[in-house]
């Protein structure tokens, strides 16, 4: 026998017996945030990324790790710009035109949470092309792709 599963107290959220997510009410009212703050980041597969490398296509890679780390490896093309440091969003401006160009992040692998940091304040300045790389460096090493450093 299937019953649904109230998951907040009085918020009207339900898990179905098929499985489907049912969220209550959003909004000023209702206690809870607005759907625009539930940003979900957009991402890009390795092959996504480098048909767009090899196409040409104007973007910035960018590691988000720490510069030792990009030093040791990173995917050729890419710039370090580490989302731990306070001038991240400086680094950020200082190398694209304009808060509209493509932005890809990517960190280690897909345990690595430091280009969902990044992505997030990146959105919140204001820019509109923000993706993270599915599975970081560690997906791009596993396809087979070039990487560079020591």
Same mark, same amino acid.
């Given at each position: 026998?299937?019953?649904?599963?109230?998951?907040?107290?009085?918020?009207?959220?339900?898990?179905?017996?098929?499985?489907?997510?049912?969220?209550?009410?959003?909004?000023?009212?209702?206690?809870?945030?607005?759907?625009?703050?539930?940003? %979900?980041?957009?991402?890009?597969?390795?092959?996504?990324? !480098?048909?767009?490398?090899? !196409?040409?296509?104007?973007?910035?890679?960018?590691?988000?790790?720490?510069?030792?780390?990009?030093?040791?490896?990173? %995917? !050729?093309?890419?710039?370090?710009?580490?989302?731990?440091?306070?001038?991240?969003?400086?680094? %950020?401006?200082?190398?694209?035109?304009?808060?509209?160009?493509?932005?890809?992040?990517?960190?280690?692998?897909?345990?690595?949470?430091?280009?969902?940091?990044?992505?997030?304040?990146?959105?919140?300045?204001?820019?509109?092309?923000?993706?993270?790389?599915?599975?970081?460096?560690?997906?791009? !090493?596993?396809?087979?792709?070039?990487?560079?450093?020591?």
């Amino acid at each position: 026998m299937c019953r649904e599963l109230r998951l907040g107290p009085g918020d009207g959220s339900v898990l179905d017996c098929s499985g489907v997510l049912r969220l209550g009410p959003l909004g000023e009212n209702s206690g809870h945030p607005e759907p625009a703050s539930l940003k %979900i980041m957009d991402t890009l597969s390795v092959e996504q990324l !480098r048909e767009r490398l090899l !196409r040409g296509d104007e973007l910035l890679l960018v590691n988000v790790l720490p510069k030792k780390s990009f030093d040791k490896l990173h %995917i !050729r093309g890419s710039v370090s710009v580490s989302q731990y440091d306070e001038d991240f969003l400086e680094g %950020i401006a200082e190398r694209v035109h304009g808060e509209e160009c493509c932005v890809v992040l990517y960190c280690n692998s897909a345990g690595c949470n430091a280009s969902s940091k990044a992505a997030e304040k990146l959105q919140q300045a204001g820019y509109t092309s923000v993706f993270e790389l599915e599975g970081g460096l560690a997906a791009w !090493r596993a396809a087979g792709y070039p990487l560079t450093g020591a």
